[in-house]
């Protein structure tokens, strides 16, 4: 199962082994990790969802769609190089080992 790192605007870190091919919004919620909310439950229309991902990951993240590209334009904090919607990014074997940086808030 591929662990995920997430820390959140306080600096403190959770790390998880996510079923394979569940998203990294939902390794959060499930879990009870906050900072990451998913209020559509994964249909990239909320963007609370946001999450800055470490730098070192970003080259194998999944392409970012049309429509993630728009939501990220309305989140509540600001948005950066490398923010992402997770609840558009399964975890997977190539992603063992993803650091994920939560923002100061999401609505
Ligand atoms: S959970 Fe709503 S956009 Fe990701």
Redesign the pocket.
């Known amino acids: 199962m591929p662990r995920v790192t997430y820390i959140d605007f306080q600096g403190e870190s959770t790390q998880l082994d996510i079923t394979e091919g569940m998203t990294i919004?939902q390794g959060a919620v499930m879990n009870g990790v906050e900072g990451i909310?998913?209020?559509?439950?994964?249909?990239?229309?909320?963007?609370?969802?946001h999450c800055y991902v470490d730098e070192a990951w970003l080259a194998k993240l999944p392409e970012m769609s049309e429509n993630?590209d728009e939501?990220l334009d309305d989140t509540a904090s600001e948005r950066k190089a490398n923010s992402r919607?997770?609840?558009?990014i399964k975890a997977t074997a190539d992603l063992d080992g993803i650091v994920i940086h939560m923002p100061e808030e999401q609505e």
């Open positions: 919004m909310e998913g209020e559509c439950s994964g249909s990239c229309a909320c963007a609370t969802c993630e939501m919607l997770s609840c558009q």
